[in-house]
């Protein structure tokens, strides 16, 4: 079992940052592919970005190459989200996920074996 705590969400203006964060325990942190996936409400969750379990492949929806960037510290457990640009469509609650075997990115939410609770991102105009 893997267990998933975001942090870092919040209220920020259009063009501000946030950086996430997603502390992982009860596995061995560096073995799992991980993931950010975003919901708003009355819509699906979608795929934000991964990274692999050495840290050196990273992958992003198209709606936020450029301005978001995802990381990993293997030391700390944990994975990142950090967020620039941010514009009002970005508001949503954001998960972090995690999986048990290589994915090579995979954006379908089906492939991740763990997800976090959530934190809320709002962004306003």
């Known amino acids: 079992q893997v267990q998933l705590v975001e942090s870092g969400g919040g209220l920020v203006q259009a063009g501000g940052s946030l950086r996430l964060s997603c502390a992982a325990s009860?596995?061995?942190?560096?073995?799992?592919?991980m993931g950010w996936f975003h919901q708003a409400p009355g819509k699906e969750r979608e795929f934000v970005a991964a990274?692999?379990?050495?840290?050196?492949?990273?992958y992003y929806a198209d709606s936020v190459k450029g301005r978001f960037t995802i990381s990993r510290d293997n030391a700390k457990n944990t994975v990142y989200l950090q967020m620039n640009s941010l514009k009002p469509e970005d508001t949503a609650v954001y998960y972090c996920a995690a999986a048990q075997r290589v994915l090579y990115g995979s954006s379908r939410y089906n492939d991740y074996d763990y997800w976090g609770q959530g934190t809320q991102v709002t962004v306003s105009s």
């Open positions: 009860g596995r061995t942190f560096n073995t799992l592919d």
């Open positions: 990274i692999s379990w050495s840290g050196r492949s990273t």
